[in-house]
Structures are given as C-alpha cells and as structure tokens.
C-alpha cells in the first residue's frame, strides 16, 4: 500500500520567512496530494491540495509543488506569521484504495515574532 | 452551515470496558471516514463508508474495533475490551463522492484508557 514520509518533523522560523515542509509517497498511482493544517484540540483543516495533472498551485502565501517523477511534493509558506504556528500533514490517495488518505506524520511548525 | 460533530469530546475508560464513538458528518456527504491519531503521530486510517456500498475495513487495527452507519448518515465506531493503547485522538471526517473530494474532518474524540 502507499506510504508517505515527512520530513521535518519540527521548523521554527522567524516571522516573515519562508518555511517549506516536503513529503515523500510511494505509489505512483497516487493522484491527489492534499495538505492540512491542525491546530491544538481542532481537527486538520484543508489548507491547499494538489492532483497528480498539476505541477504546482498557489493561493496566497501558500503554494505546493508535485513531482511526479519523484514521487514528492512540498509546501511552501510564505511570509510566515505567528498564526501560521500549526502542526502540518501531508496526504496521498491512491485511487485503487478507495477514498482513504495516506497520511505523513506531520510537522509542527513553530514562527517566532 | 454545520461541520462534522464528534461526540463525546473526552472520554476516559477503565481498561477492558467497551466504548462508543458518535461522528455526525455534514449533511449531504455520503463518505464517512474514520482515523486515528496516537500522541505526536499523524493519522492513521482506520474504516471507510462510501454510500450503500460494503464499508473499506482494512485499517481497523484488530476485531475489538467496528463501526456502522446507519441510514448513510450517522457513524459509530465501537471499541470492546479496550486497551491503553487505544488511547488516542479518533477523527471522524466527511466528504461528497469523487476522487479529489475535500475531507472535512470534526474536532475528535480523546479517548483515554486508565
């Protein structure tokens, strides 16, 4: 089945940097990649996804790139801000396993004032 | 309009007791989803429903685990006999039909096991 790795586990910037989290998968069939953001004692929340016919989408100050052939993607924040501070998953579906997503195990971003 | 509800928010059990998990999904969703999220890990999927067709089990961890849906709406995920390593945050999410279909998940049940 598909497996997803993330990586970095935790990343603390300052206000006003860049922060990018990327994320591995294994299935090539894989064709939706989204991303979720979770804040303490809340369900993640979708942020911004991307399909498998895409390269990259932005809305904002938040983008996410695909490479299929490398089978990883990555988000991108920008202009981070202090509300920014969030713990971030990575996702994959594969459409041979139904409507089920594949889970990283997230980041914990931290931006500093 | 109304998100997906959890309930209850807590709920602790003394080991070997069964308990029962409520997720209520948006109205009109006919996918129901449920994951478990242990401290510090991401989510792990765990049953998925998907209209009147037979429910994806295959993440349910062993046979102390099930869940249903009644009457495609409401979701109940039971645990027998639980265990402390049952401890963890369960999430239930919802979404309309199709591959790239948005999930929109509740806030959660903490289950603790003592």
């Known amino acids: 089945g598909e497996n997803v790795e993330q990586h970095p586990s935790t990343l603390s910037v300052q206000e006003g940097d860049s922060a990018v989290i990327k994320c591995t998968y294994s299935?090539?069939?894989?064709?939706?990649f989204p991303w979720y953001k979770q804040e303490l004692g809340k369900g993640p929340q979708l942020i911004i996804d991307i399909r498998s016919n895409v390269g990259e989408k932005k809305d904002q100050r938040i983008a996410v790139t695909l490479n299929k052939t490398a089978k990883h993607f990555s988000l991108h924040i920008t202009e981070t801000q202090p509300e920014d501070s969030a713990v971030y998953f990575c996702a994959a579906k594969t459409p041979r396993e139904g409507g089920k997503l594949i889970f990283g195990q997230g980041t914990e971003l931290s931006v500093k004032p | 309009g109304a998100g997906v509800s959890q309930s209850p928010s807590n709920k602790v059990t003394e080991k070997g007791k069964d308990v029962e998990l409520r997720c209520d999904p948006i109205s009109g969703h006919t996918a129901l989803y449920w994951y478990r999220q242990s401290l510090g890990q991401g989510l792990e999927f765990l049953i998925y429903f998907q209209g009147n067709s037979a429910p994806d089990k295959s993440g349910l961890p062993s046979d102390r685990f099930s869940a249903e849906r009644t009457g495609g709406s409401v979701s109940t995920l039971t645990i027998q006999r639980t265990q402390q390593e049952d401890s963890a945050v369960y999430l239930c999410?919802?979404?309309?039909?199709?591959?790239?279909?948005?999930?929109?998940f509740g806030p959660g049940t903490r289950l603790t096991v003592t």
């Open positions: 999410a919802s979404s309309t039909p199709g591959p790239g279909a948005e999930q929109y």
């Open positions: 299935d090539s069939a894989s064709n939706y």
